[in-house]
């Protein structure tokens, strides 16, 4: 990759350092007599929580949505991103009017713990030291990134949670939350993900760490104090990890083995395929937005989740006595968390004879198709979310509370 | 318990089976309810509407599913004999399955799989034993195609239909108690209880019972 970071690329990663320490967003910080206590032992002290609102919580409180957001996903759901400028990762989900509906939900999306959009995390500074932690920062798992999200949820002062849904890990998180706070979540949905994470996909997630581990401005983990990033290593990351979030087909129908502004290959190892290119821009405006280190400790939370194994090894033991409503979704030509998987949770829930439902939408847009425009997930989460609400109490855009 | 004779509406449209408000009311209020077969969800929405029951329901087909789910239904894609073992003893105390056992491969194991995870079970199937399903075969010498039977016998997905009687010799077989057992005719119309037994199995089109272990 011949990619000399312009003056562009420049402007756009301190507009992302800026958004370690000073994000654009609401943000609640917690002191050293408040700390944050981790799998792993450590309890994280001080610490913050960057996250997003939309709509109105109503005086019952009932209508709280908590949104989970993916590995390289954060809280800019429905709004501009504030260093890409894109617009949110999930309008077509979330905004007014949409199956998640903001003229009728209080929708709340924070950044995961281990993040870089505001939430503590390896890039933030140590106090210990003063610098950024980088390595030095704990290795956080799924359940810690859900309990931030539950003290969270406890400053905004929302006891109960009318639903929690996400995708990939955002839907790892959604299974955490109903097997943690099964008390909290009224409506659960969990879409495009597994309880466990699969020895394939934790091999994926090691060919990504190590490519960012072997690029020299990696810096053994400190490349912030050494001013340098490791781009290369991080878009290399990407480039591997997009494949996993497509699907055969739809590469095929997108790239083909189109040649990029060329008439015929030159028998050399510049872009000459259209789909090399597509992933050489994947990677590198993946790096102008994201940190390497985040990308190691995400990663290895994923890889550390294992919903069974944290209940004696049964997956049913995880949702015993729940009253939580299940909507679990997957797609046909996901082949990163395959339909199969959904099915165990399915399975497992129906052992405790919990209320589910279980939807897998025909397409052939991969992994990603959560992210898109994709009619039948609208109208299915849509529709769940909207009957639970009912059932909730929770009035429709327009009307007034109900009794 | 008094029957509603089913409405012309019901009875004219072929999306609409006369079996449904029978079913429906032979399930007490409030009560757990799993529909095997679903379909677009018409019984679980009968039953929540009049009768306050929050089903659940497994279809076969994703269209079915997501149409359903997205009305506010909870259902899973599953079949009927693949997925009921996941289901814990006793978990519902209805558990229904209309118009579907002649559809399975394994119509006992299915059989015994509901009576393990409903407390009651009703069970609708078409009767094989009805008057023109004997006389398409005894006169025509093909196979039967009725109202509720239209297929050929080369796309039908019905591979093990039964007649009433050898429904019932089935339920005797496992232990089944038959605490409700009722046939309709053509037009959806509950046949005589006075009528005897070997004429049910000849003029009920079709068949409704209610079981318990």
């Known amino acids: ?403 | 318990m008094n029957i509603t004779v089913p409405t012309p509406q019901l009875r004219s449209t072929d999306t609409a089976r006369v079996d449904l408000l029978l079913i429906a009311d032979m399930v007490t209020r409030g009560a757990r309810v799993l529909d095997i077969g679903c379909g677009d969800g018409l019984l679980l929405r009968l039953l929540a509407d009049k009768h306050g029951v929050d089903g659940r329901g497994i279809e076969l087909s994703q269209a079915g599913v997501n149409t359903c789910v997205a009305q506010g239904l909870s259902v899973i894609q599953g079949d009927a004999d693949r997925d009921l073992i996941y289901y814990p003893d006793h978990a519902f105390d209805y558990v229904i399955l209309s118009q579907t056992i002649q559809a399975t491969h394994r119509p006992r194991l299915v059989l015994e799989q509901l009576l393990r995870i409903g407390r009651h079970v009703v069970i609708s199937f078409p009767n094989f034993g009805h008057w023109r399903v004997r006389s398409e075969l005894l006169f025509k010498g093909t196979m039967p195609r009725t109202d509720t039977l239209p297929e050929r016998w080369y796309d039908t997905p019905n591979i093990h239909l039964c007649t009433i009687k050898d429904f019932v010799a089935l339920c005797d077989d496992i232990g089944a108690k038959v605490e409700r057992a009722v046939a309709l005719n053509a037009y959806g119309y509950r046949l005589g209880v006075s009528m005897p037994f070997f004429m049910q199995n000849l003029f009920g089109q079709q068949a409704v019972f209610l079981l318990s272990r």
Request: overall charge negative; aromatic content about 10%; some cysteine.
């Open chain 1, 1 to 403: 990759m011949n990619e000399n970071p312009s003056t562009e690329a420049f402007a756009s990663h301190s507009a992302r350092l800026a958004q370690i320490a000073n994000p654009k967003s609401e943000i609640v910080h917690y002191g050293d007599d408040d700390p944050l206590p981790l799998d792993c032992g450590v309890k994280l002290a001080p610490f913050s929580i960057a996250y997003q609102t939309y709509g109105t919580l109503n005086a019952a409180k009932t209508n709280a949505v908590l949104v989970c957001h993916a590995l390289t996903g954060d809280q800019h759901v429905a709004n501009e991103h504030p260093v890409t400028g894109k617009s949110g990762w999930w309008e077509t989900m979330v905004g007014p009017g949409k199956p998640i509906d903001t003229n009728r939900y209080f929708v709340i999306c924070p950044n995961v713990i281990g993040g870089c959009m505001g939430s503590t995390g390896p890039a933030s500074t140590n106090p210990a030291t003063g610098k950024p932690y980088g390595l030095d920062f704990p290795v956080i798992t799924i359940r810690d990134m859900v309990r931030a999200q539950a003290r969270l949820l406890d400053h905004l002062g929302i006891p109960h949670l009318l639903c929690v849904l996400g995708g990939s890990m955002g839907g790892m998180q959604v299974l955490e939350w109903a097997a943690t706070y099964k008390d909290r979540v009224y409506a659960a949905v969990p879409i495009a993900c597994a309880a466990r994470h699969s020895s394939q996909n934790i091999a994926f997630h090691e060919v990504g760490r190590q490519a960012v581990m072997a690029d020299p401005d990696w810096c053994q983990g400190r490349y912030i104090d050494e001013g340098k990033s490791p781009r290369k290593g991080l878009a290399v990351a990407r480039m591997a990890a997009h494949i996993t979030y497509l699907s055969d087909e739809t590469l095929h129908r997108k790239f083909g083995r189109n040649l990029q502004d060329r008439e015929k290959v030159t028998f050399g190892f510049d872009a000459d395929f259209q789909v090399e290119s597509y992933l050489r821009h994947q990677g590198v405006s993946f790096v102008d937005r994201f940190d390497a280190n985040s990308y190691l400790y995400i990663t290895r939370a994923m890889d550390y989740f294992d919903l069974a194994a944290d209940h004696g090894g049964v997956l049913a033991n995880a949702f015993t006595g729940t009253a939580t409503r299940f909507c679990l979704v997957s797609f046909t030509s996901d082949w990163l968390f395959p339909t199969e998987e959904s099915r165990e949770v399915v399975h497992a829930l129906n052992a405790v004879a919990a209320n589910v439902s279980f939807v897998e939408i025909e397409t052939d847009k991969g992994h990603d198709a959560f992210l898109l425009e994709e009619p039948e997930l609208l109208a299915t989460i849509g529709g769940f979310v909207s009957a639970a609400a009912l059932k909730r109490g929770v009035a429709l855009p327009g009307e007034g509370e109900l009794p």
